[in-house]
């Protein structure tokens, strides 16, 4: 054999090693590169929704921080008391000092809790009777609206006092009030 001859025979050996193995190779080689493709793809999409996901708990956790502001700020103007009979006394007081301030001359008042079980959050109540005149009711009651405590007049009983007395003297109401509150409830320890 010359030389020309082994050089043709391993030109050719090595052309159809080559084709066959690119033959074979090549759906392989297709395979994996497909493969890769789509577990890129995916990848992307996984990322892509991670951030998305990291975003939105983003925007959750700046809304929830500004909803527990506001619901600080609504507790701190509530009624407090260990037991609903102390809320309820903690609003006959408040509310007592916002007849006297408006010069309403207080007969009776009488603090009341709702009936509700264990609660943290209740309903607390003062039922009041006394005696002012257009003004001082006018003040008690913008002042019940205007309080720092989130408070409600749920009834109101205006009546004259005395309806036969002389129009030289002033005239005087007799009032019956009805203010409601919710009242947060923060047992102690020792209880």
């Not at 956790?61 to 700020?73: I, K, Y």
């Not at 009711?137 to 408070?151: E, G, K, Q, V």
């Amino acid at each position: 054999m010359t030389r020309r001859d082994r050089y043709a025979l391993c030109f050719g050996v090595a052309f159809v090693s080559i084709a066959t193995i690119a033959a074979r190779g090549m759906p392989a080689l297709a395979a994996w590169n497909a493969r890769e493709q789509s577990v890129a793809v995916a990848s992307s999409r996984e990322l892509s929704l991670a951030r998305t996901i990291v975003a939105d708990m983003s925007a959750a956790r700046d809304s929830l921080a500004m909803e527990l502001h506001r619901v600080a700020e609504l507790e701190s103007r509530l009624v407090s008391g260990s037991t609903p009979a102390d809320a309820a006394s903690a609003l006959a007081k408040l509310v007592s000092d916002i007849a006297d301030r408006a010069n309403l001359k207080i007969s009776t008042i009488e603090p009341h809790d709702d009936s509700l079980p264990a609660a943290s959050l209740r309903t607390v109540s003062v039922r009041l009777a006394g005696t002012t005149d257009v003004v001082g009711l006018t003040d008690f009651l913008l002042a019940i609206d205007t309080a720092d405590t989130l408070m409600a007049v749920r009834e109101l009983v205006v009546s004259q006092a005395e309806p036969a007395a002389p129009s030289t003297q002033a005239e005087a109401l007799r009032v019956e009030v009805f203010v409601a509150a919710l009242a947060r409830l923060t047992p102690t320890s020792g209880r």
